[in-house]
């Protein structure tokens, strides 16, 4: 889809306001030139930059990646859409420095996630960073604690705080237009399919495997780890949890205006096949915050739910309210009276996407636009106020599903501090908090 067809296109009203903030700002002293980590077409990369691409006042000057054809084929569908062609990169070290260059799209795996963002905000950019923002708990307070340093724009990639569905969704909630709510329950559910057993073999000659684990500690290749599979290995990806947890209960806790919560208990197994998946591919974790507010998740890798209830959506959030509830699915939301009967509906309006059949790496497009475009106008303004996923908001999201994964490790009751969002002495979980970096890579 080229520029122009883009914005012919069935865009909402709120995406194109957004999106026509920049217009004018197509002056080359006003664009905004972004970098692009991690580009494969079979990753999330590869559509968030599409994204920023068709940004109207936004130009990917680069695009990075271990993977010679990733990069290619990431520069030959920039240079497609737009017209010209990106520099192509390999190490993000470098490109981070480049004075051509206002910000970095990360959506490299997990255990490159910090380590990018710190790169990045330390070398004076603004970094749009995929969920989980972190790869462990412990580097939530790094984060945090750079972004106030440098002051720089930080923004992850849980796209639905910044469509007006969920928008005006999460502003009944808080206005009260289903009563007190105390409870709220999310879920991800997909058919994932095995693996396999791998083994190690020789590492392919369009790879940089050593750069592609980057401040993990070094493995031998094996055949079944790269591209899309490290999500489900310890070293490099952080489950099914994070990857997908992450965004339904950030609503949650957005629209029930929560904190840090201050117990998490998970239970968690591979159940269904017998390969090399590390992970859990089901699990169910349960948050415990102040003022008797609880938020649950429940995720399916390997199974799903038959019909076609709200609840049967391959994702979603049901807020709990004493007046009524509110069901923020993949790309609407529905507000329901107590005896079920609908309320008032926020739709997207995207005919493209369906809440049965969707995309791994490109589930919601609209809202991409929305988030995509709010980042680049804060990176023009160089005004860190102005993201809709702020950091500190999003290591709270974020630390929620370590503490999932932690609790389900450890089998124990997670007891965290509800304000600051440390680990209370004497709980369960410090084995998990952090983890261990490639000499030479730690974070600071």
């Known amino acids: 889809m080229k520029r122009k067809e883009f914005l012919a296109g069935g865009l909402s009203a709120f995406v194109l306001g957004t999106m026509g903030k920049l217009f004018g700002a197509d002056a080359p002293s006003n664009r905004v030139r972004l970098a692009v980590m991690g580009c494969h077409p079979k990753g999330r990369g590869f559509a968030v930059m599409q994204r920023a691409a068709l940004t109207p006042g936004c130009e990917i000057a680069v695009v990075c990646d271990v993977d010679v054809r990733a990069r290619e084929a990431a520069a030959a569908k920039i240079q497609e859409l737009t017209g010209k062609k990106p520099d192509m990169a390999k190490d993000v070290r470098e490109?981070?420095?480049?004075?051509?260059?206002?910000?970095?799209?990360?959506?490299?795996?997990?255990?490159?996630?910090?380590?990018?963002?710190?790169?990045?905000?330390?070398?004076?950019?603004?970094?749009?960073?995929?969920?989980?923002?972190?790869?462990?708990?412990?580097?939530?307070?790094?984060?945090?604690?750079?972004?106030?340093?440098?002051?720089?724009?930080?923004?992850?990639?849980?796209?639905?705080?910044?469509?007006?569905?969920?928008?005006?969704?999460?502003?009944?909630?808080?206005?009260?237009?289903?009563?007190?709510?105390?409870?709220?329950?999310?879920?991800?559910?997909?058919?994932?399919?095995?693996?396999?057993?791998?083994?190690?073999?020789?590492?392919?000659?369009?790879l940089d495997w050593d750069l592609w684990q980057g401040p993990a500690k070094r493995e031998a290749y094996h055949e079944n780890y790269v591209h899309y599979n490290w999500h489900w290995f310890k070293t490099w990806g952080t489950g099914e949890c994070p990857n997908n947890a992450t965004h339904f209960v950030d609503l949650a806790r957005w629209a029930m205006n929560l904190d840090y919560p201050e117990r998490t208990v998970s239970l968690g197994a591979r159940g269904y096949y017998d390969d090399d998946w590390q992970w859990f591919d089901m699990q169910h974790c349960q948050w415990q915050f102040p003022g008797k507010n609880f938020i649950t998740w429940e995720g399916q890798c390997a199974a799903k739910y038959p019909g076609a209830s709200p609840q049967t959506d391959w994702a979603g959030c049901i807020l709990l309210g004493k007046n009524g509830n509110m069901h923020l699915g993949p790309t609407n939301a529905t507000q329901y009276d107590l005896d079920g009967k609908v309320v008032k509906v926020w739709d997207s309006n995207d005919k493209s996407l369906s809440s049965q059949v969707h995309s791994l790496t490109d589930p919601t497009r609209l809202a991409d636009c929305a988030h995509m475009a709010n980042f680049v106008d804060a990176v023009r303004a160089k005004d860190p106020a102005m993201v809709n996923q702020p950091v500190g908001s999003s290591v709270r999201s974020t630390m929620m599903v370590h503490l999932g994964n932690i609790a389900a490790l450890t089998g124990e009751s997670v007891k965290t501090d509800p304000v600051k969002g440390t680990l209370c002495a004497g709980s369960a979980g410090a084995e998990f908090w952090g983890r261990e970096y490639e000499k030479g890579w730690e974070l600071a």
């Open 95 to 206: 490109v981070v420095l480049r004075a051509d260059v206002d910000g970095l799209i990360c959506c490299a795996p997990d255990h490159w996630h910090a380590t990018a963002a710190v790169l990045a905000m330390r070398a004076g950019k603004a970094i749009y960073v995929e969920k989980p923002c972190t790869f462990c708990a412990a580097e939530c307070a790094v984060l945090e604690r750079v972004q106030k340093e440098t002051g720089a724009v930080f923004q992850m990639g849980s796209q639905r705080r910044s469509s007006p569905v969920y928008i005006e969704a999460v502003k009944a909630v808080r206005d009260g237009a289903i009563g007190e709510v105390h409870f709220a329950k999310c879920w991800n559910q997909n058919r994932r399919p095995p693996i396999g057993k791998g083994s190690v073999a020789p590492v392919p000659e369009w």
